[in-house]
């Protein structure tokens, strides 16, 4: 979130500027973007960037809050296998536009030479999680599947398919193959339907 400035009221026009500014930047340059950069790019001065983030991590965490790559809701479709494919279908809508996308990419591809941005994909780790865990609890509570669920791997599967093909720089899936996807998914499970026989497809 972008930082609460000091002795002075924000003005609304130089924080969208300055958050446009670092939305393209990132997306077409990648995560070496200074403040000098993201201050030209917007025509504002230096100081106004750095009041409204302290530090470079400030300025990634504001950028993916705002794209959406932070948290979806967990739906609530009825079913798992419902529920699996509206969470994919989302995470596809989300990666799939710009700039998120683009900065996406670049923080898959930076990460493993910089903790900063490790650090950044473990908290987008941790919140994605917690979506799955809601999810795999309706399922619990439906009845469609037992308590004992791998819940960290259906996270991880469900992450690193998307890390894996926007490293890639791979097309995303589309609707059949969301729903293949959710189907291999909930049938990995064992889910249950009303009469307690696995869901087959």
Request: proline fraction near 5%; hydrophobic fraction near 45%.
């Amino acid at each position: 979130m972008i930082a609460k400035t000091r002795g002075r009221k924000p003005d609304p026009e130089v924080d969208a500027a300055i958050r446009a500014a670092v939305d393209t930047l990132i997306a077409e340059k990648g995560l070496d973007v200074t403040y000098d950069q993201v201050a030209a790019y917007a025509r504002v001065g230096r100081a106004s960037v750095f009041r409204r983030y302290p530090t470079k991590r400030d300025m990634l965490l504001d950028a993916i809050e705002r794209t959406g790559g932070a948290r979806l809701p967990a739906p609530d479709t009825g079913s798992l296998r419902g529920d699996l494919v509206t969470l994919i279908a989302g995470m596809t809508e989300v990666y799939g536009a710009m700039p998120m996308s683009g900065i996406s990419r670049n923080l898959f591809a930076e990460a493993p030479n910089d903790p900063q941005i490790l650090f950044i994909l473990r908290e987008l780790n941790a919140r994605r999680q917690e979506v799955v865990d809601v999810i795999l609890d309706q399922a619990v509570r439906r009845g469609e599947i037992g308590v004992g669920a791998p819940r960290k791997a259906i996270g991880d599967l469900i992450a690193g398919y998307f890390v894996g093909l926007l490293t890639a720089r791979q097309d995303l899936p589309g609707t059949a193959e969301i729903d293949r996807l959710a189907g291999l998914l909930a049938d990995g499970l064992g889910v249950r339907t009303s009469t307690g026989v696995a869901a087959r497809n």
